[in-house]
Structure formats: structure tokens, C-alpha cells
Nanobody, 126 residues
Framework: QVELVESGGGSAQAGDSLRLYCAAS????????LAWFRQAPGKAREFVAA????????DYADFVEGRFTIFREDGHKLFSLQMNPLKPEDTAVYYC???????????????????WGQGSQVTVSS
């Protein structure tokens, strides 16, 4: 049974850094995509970043602009999203999500992910 448990997040000032973690279990160690999405109040859920089972498999939304980095740690069991520097518009609930069918162009589509973490609130003040 696949389980995603998030940790990290919280409140920060603009220009600060935060790191989100997603502990994954019950999944395959190849042919998966682990992604981060976020949802601000009143807005649709949007893609942030994704990582696959190989080091050359990373993808970032344009708005990240080099500020965020997605990591795979502890083999394929722990993933993180380092965010620095933060902006007030980064305020949202952040979710990690997993699919186990490969690395595809559809990785930015949240509807393609069957497994989700519980969500982590990130609040950035100016």
C-alpha cells in the first residue's frame, strides 16, 4: 500500500527558505514520478516540480525560476523540496503526489497522480 507522509512547511518571511519533506513507502523504485503541487486559496492546484527514479529526471514549473530544488534522499524513500528565496505568492498548501507508470509529459497534470500526501501549509509574509 502506497503511503505519502509530508512534513516541514510553516511560516516564513519573504526571502527566507523552507524545506518540505515527503516520506514515501509501498511504491516501486523504478518507473515512478514524485511531484509537488500547490494550491492557494481560490485557485486551482498547480504543478511545482517533479523527480523520477533517475538523476536526469527533474522538471520545474516556470514560476520556480531557479528558486526551488527537488531532491531524492535515502534511496527512493524520502523526497524534499527546498524553497529559497520564498515570495509571498508562494503561499499555498503544498502536496506531494506519486504515480508509478513512468516519466511522461503528463507529469504536470495533477489528475494523473493516484497517491497524495496530506498537504503542508506554507505561508510567506512580506
Amino acid at each position: 500500500q502506497v503511503e505519502l507522509v509530508e512534513s516541514g512547511g510553516g511560516s516564513a518571511q519573504a526571502g527566507d527558505s523552507l524545506r518540505l519533506y515527503c516520506a514515501a513507502s509501498g511504491h516501486t523504485v523504478i518507473s515512478y514520478t514524485l511531484a509537488w503541487f500547490r494550491q492557494a486559496p481560490g485557485k486551482a492546484r498547480e504543478f511545482v516540480a517533479a523527480i523520477g527514479w533517475r538523476d536526469d529526471m527533474t522538471d520545474y514549473a516556470d514560476f520556480v525560476e531557479g528558486r526551488f530544488t527537488i531532491f531524492r534522499e535515502d534511496g527512493h524513500k524520502l523526497f524534499s523540496l527546498q524553497m529559497n528565496p520564498l515570495k509571498p505568492e508562494d503561499t499555498a498548501v503544498y502536496y506531494c503526489a506519486l504515480r508509478m507508470d513512468g516519466w511522461y509529459n503528463s507529469r504536470r497534470d495533477n489528475l494523473r497522480y493516484p497517491y497524495w500526501g496530506q498537504g503542508s501549509q506554507v505561508t510567506v509574509s512580506s
